[in-house]
Structure formats: C-alpha cells, structure tokens
C-alpha cells in the first residue's frame, strides 16, 4: 500500500459527459501528479501540483482540468468526454519521504466512455 | 527532449531463469532513473531507483546501476519466480528546469515467468 487513495476505483459514462476523479496523496506530501495510462499512448505526464499551486503541466488537453485543495486533496475533472479518454488515471504523491523526486502512485481510476 | 527506450516485450522465462530488461535513456542534465513495476490490475509500485552516476539501486533481488556514460539503466535479477510476472516501468525525472518533478516513462516490458 502506497498511502496514495483514489476514487472511484471504476467509472463508466457516456460520450459528452463530466467526471470528477478524486486523490488524497501520502501523508505530509506536498505535491500530487496525475498521469494517464493508455494502450496507444502509455504513461503520459498530465499535471502537477505543488502544495495548492500548478507547477508543472504535461500532454493535458484544454478539456481536462486540476486543481488541489488545502487539505492537500486533488481532483482531476474530465469534461465533454470522447471514446479516446477512456484510460487508466493515475495520482502519485512526493514529497514527505524518499526525496521530492520520488513518487508513489495510487491504484488509479479506470475511466470507460461509451 | 527526455525519453526513455525499453526493450520490447512480451519477455518469456522459467522460473530461476537470469532476468535482463535494457533500458536506456536520452535526457538534458542529470537525471534520477526509477524502475516501476505494475502487477496485473493494479497500482505502479517503485522497484528502485538512483539518483547519480555509478549509483546501484536494488530491491526485491532486483538491482540496476546508473550508467551515465552508456546513458542505461538496465533491470536484473538473478532469479525469477512466478510471482515476478508484471510489466516494468523505466522512468526519469528531472532535478530543475520546466521538466522538473515529472517522471517520463518507457514504454513497459510484460514480463511473464512460468514454474
């Protein structure tokens, strides 16, 4: 167990439609990634967010948006849904223990568009 | 840019077989070089890492040495089990710059050992 928590575990949905995937990051870590996993693409960088700021952003469409919360919490919202963004979305946390540089992923959220 | 090369899978062995997966990678700086693995249905779990030039990282009979000159970071193990069957993930991170804190990721290598 990582100490990284995500929900929902599955979601499926329609094209069109808005989601909202949820992660709690390690205890005492300050910064959050969000990656997607997908057959054609692999693991692709999304976003980072640094003790509520964004820091770093990656292959993330307009489309999708972040934000961290002063609990440390952070959501990935995902909107007007296309077949394509059907992934597994991956939350990983660093900071507090094994060096900033060193994250530890939650077990993601496997998203299905139909 | 940064990249990671892995070799391609699927990698097949028998259990006790002497596991090598290659990876290696192009990078501006200094990276910190990672070995994730992912069993099936779950999670990315960090295997081991180093974070400079000459350093051996090692985990779970698993080692792999940073290799700046051959820009390599290549998995080992002497041993496999059954219960090695995964696929793993080299990855990079950058200590500064606008590519800082992101990990930048192989493609993966499905590794499957059978008894």
């Known amino acids: 167990d990582s100490g990284v928590t995500q929900t929902p575990k599955h979601l499926i949905t329609a094209t069109g439609q808005r989601v909202t995937l949820r992660c709690s990051p390690r205890s005492g870590d300050l910064s959050v990634y969000w990656y997607q996993q997908s057959l054609d693409q692999g693991l692709q960088f999304l976003i980072q967010?640094?003790?509520?700021?964004?820091?770093a952003k990656g292959n993330i469409l307009e489309r999708f948006s972040a934000q961290q919360f002063p609990d440390l919490h952070s959501e990935l919202n995902l909107s007007s849904l296309e077949l394509g963004d059907s992934a597994l979305y991956f939350c990983?946390?660093?900071?507090?223990?094994?060096?900033?540089?060193?994250?530890?992923f939650g077990p993601g959220t496997r998203l299905l568009v139909l | 840019g940064n990249s990671v090369t892995q070799m391609e899978g699927p990698v097949t062995l028998s259990e006790e077989a002497f596991l090598t997966i290659n990876c290696t990678y192009t990078a501006t700086g200094y990276p910190s070089l990672f070995w994730y693995v992912q069993y099936p249905g779950e999670g990315l779990q960090l295997l081991l890492k180093a974070t400079k030039a000459d350093d051996k990282g090692s985990n779970k009979g698993f080692e792999a040495t940073y290799r700046k000159e051959t820009t390599s970071f290549h998995l080992e193990k002497g041993s496999v089990q059954v219960s090695d069957s995964a696929v793993y993930f080299c990855?990079?991170?950058?200590?500064?710059?606008?590519?800082?804190?992101?990990?930048?990721f192989g493609q993966g290598t499905i590794l499957t050992v059978h008894p």
């Open positions: 990983a946390s660093s900071g507090s223990s094994g060096g900033e540089e060193t994250q530890y």
């Open positions: 967010y640094y003790n509520g700021e964004e820091r």
């Open positions: 990855a990079l991170s950058l200590p500064s710059g606008t590519s800082y804190g992101k990990l930048t």
